[in-house]
């Protein structure tokens, strides 16, 4: 194997693990949204999950950049350059306006009184499903990208 396919291959497992936890979030998030025990037990879940979206992330970025050092004819592809630029506009999203809006609802779910969810804490549910919705649709434009390479 060359360098270049060891990087790929580590891209590859990074995207897997990184990717799925990712999309694995919300829907462990989603069990959390009917009571505050409940809710309190997927921020336990979703904070180990967390770890390997964020690791992966960083090995996706790290192994990407390598491939472009081993393999400069990449920085001439345009999808390799707008996989990176999707990467970069994609960030300010999964790392602050996400993890910033699950920590408000994790202050209302600390907060509660009882066992029922606050119409404050659905409606940030709703604004983060959004946010992931956007961030999902990133991750497929990628693959997509990556995989057919169409310019």
Same mark, same amino acid.
């Given at each position: 194997?060359?360098?270049?396919?060891?990087?790929?291959?580590?891209?590859?497992?990074?995207?897997?693990?990184?990717?799925?936890?990712?999309?694995?979030? =919300?829907? %462990? &998030?989603?069990?959390?949204? +009917?009571? /505050?025990?409940?809710?309190?037990?997927?921020?336990?879940?979703? !904070?180990?999950?967390?770890?390997?979206?964020?690791?992966?992330?960083?090995?996706?970025?790290?192994?990407?950049?390598?491939?472009?050092?081993?393999?400069?004819?990449?920085?001439?592809?345009?999808?390799?350059?707008?996989?990176?630029?999707?990467?970069?506009?994609?960030? =300010?999203? %999964? &790392?602050?306006?996400?993890? +910033?809006? /699950?920590?408000?609802?994790?202050?209302?779910?600390?907060?509660? !009184?009882?066992?029922?969810?606050?119409?404050?804490?659905?409606?940030?549910?709703?604004?983060?499903?959004?946010?992931?919705?956007?961030?999902?649709?990133?991750?497929?434009?990628?693959?997509?990208?990556?995989?057919?390479?169409?310019?």
């Amino acid at each position: 194997m060359t360098l270049y396919g060891a990087f790929v291959l580590i891209h590859v497992i990074a995207a897997v693990v990184g990717l799925g936890a990712s999309f694995g979030m =919300p829907v %462990v &998030a989603k069990y959390g949204s +009917k009571s /505050v025990s409940n809710a309190k037990l997927c921020f336990e879940i979703n !904070k180990k999950i967390e770890k390997f979206a964020k690791i992966g992330s960083l090995v996706l970025l790290a192994s990407a950049i390598l491939m472009g050092i081993v393999n400069p004819h990449l920085w001439t592809q345009g999808w390799f350059i707008a996989s990176l630029v999707i990467y970069f506009l994609i960030q =300010p999203i %999964v &790392a602050a306006i996400i993890p +910033k809006t /699950v920590e408000k609802q994790v202050q209302i779910v600390m907060d509660s !009184k009882g066992n029922s969810l606050s119409d404050d804490y659905h409606q940030l549910d709703r604004k983060i499903a959004k946010l992931n919705m956007v961030a999902h649709a990133a991750a497929i434009l990628l693959i997509v990208l990556m995989s057919t390479k169409p310019f």
